[in-house]
């Protein structure tokens, strides 16, 4: 069993590693938000299989996911796991390790980059600098229930000197920006948020932390997104602000 990170969305961001696997496989059973066109690199006779998680409408449940990766392995298939980005943030890779685990089933990882990486790259902001910022956080805007989790460390957040990246956002930026100010964010503080990173509908909205959420509020936006906030991102702020980065985006490729 392999998991294998499929980046943001541009396949040509795909690791080495990650195209091997793609290119050995029997099955791939693909997340949701895996860009259709890192499929190009998956070998031909290769059964790919669309097991989606999204927030809305009907998906895959984890068990069962983990009872097919576990069933096709033992059947003596060799199995690829593709996930968006990384499959170590955010994408429930612990689960799926240790069902394998425990069913005797051997587990490799590929990496892939982040799609904050991935974000950054395209904006050219450094989430890190020497001089000013101290600590990159990565922060997940949605839990198990679907809502915002209570149990953020609220005063990190409102740390002037770290750079954070807020995946799965797009419901509850409004929330978390609000109770990130309550505990000394400055509501000045620059926020970018990105849909569909890297990808040809990539969609960059620029704000603060205090209007952010109003800015996202009843959007259609492509893609997962990600809410970027911190001082690194200024220049971004003085270059767009009110702005938006809306690329045209070219016909779907349906998944196989």
């Keep these: 069993m392999t998991l294998v990170g499929a980046g943001p969305g541009d396949p040509e961001l795909l690791t080495l590693r990650a195209v091997r696997a793609l290119q050995s496989a029997d099955i791939i059973l693909i997340d949701d938000l895996v860009s259709p066109d890192v499929l190009d690199f998956a070998r031909r006779e290769a059964k790919k299989m669309l097991v989606g998680k999204t927030g809305d409408g009907p998906a895959c449940k984890q068990d069962e996911i983990n009872a097919l990766m576990i069933a096709l392995a033992k059947a003596g298939r060799r199995v690829v796991r593709l996930k968006g980005g990384d499959p170590l943030i955010f994408a429930r890779a612990g689960e799926e390790i240790a069902a394998c685990r425990a069913a005797g089933i051997p587990v490799e990882v590929v990496p892939g980059i982040s799609a904050a990486q991935g974000a950054a790259a395209r904006l050219a902001v450094p989430l890190t600098q ?27 957040l409102a740390d002037p000197t770290a750079t954070t990246v807020v995946y799965m956002a797009k419901k509850t930026i409004g929330e978390l920006a609000a109770r990130a100010i309550a505990s000394g964010l400055s509501p000045d503080t620059p926020a970018v948020a990105v849909a569909a990173a890297t990808r040809p509908q990539e969609t960059v909205i620029v704000g603060t932390v205090s209007n952010i959420g109003a800015k996202l509020a009843g959007r259609s936006l492509p893609g997962p997104v990600l809410v970027f906030i911190g001082r690194v991102f200024e220049h971004v702020k003085g270059a767009a602000i009110g702005m938006e980065s809306v690329p045209a985006p070219r016909a779907a490729v349906r998944m196989m």
């Design 130 to 156: 020497r001089r000013d910022i101290r600590r990159l956080q990565y922060v997940t805007g949605h839990g198990a229930d679907g809502r915002l989790p209570q149990d953020i460390d609220w005063a990190s």
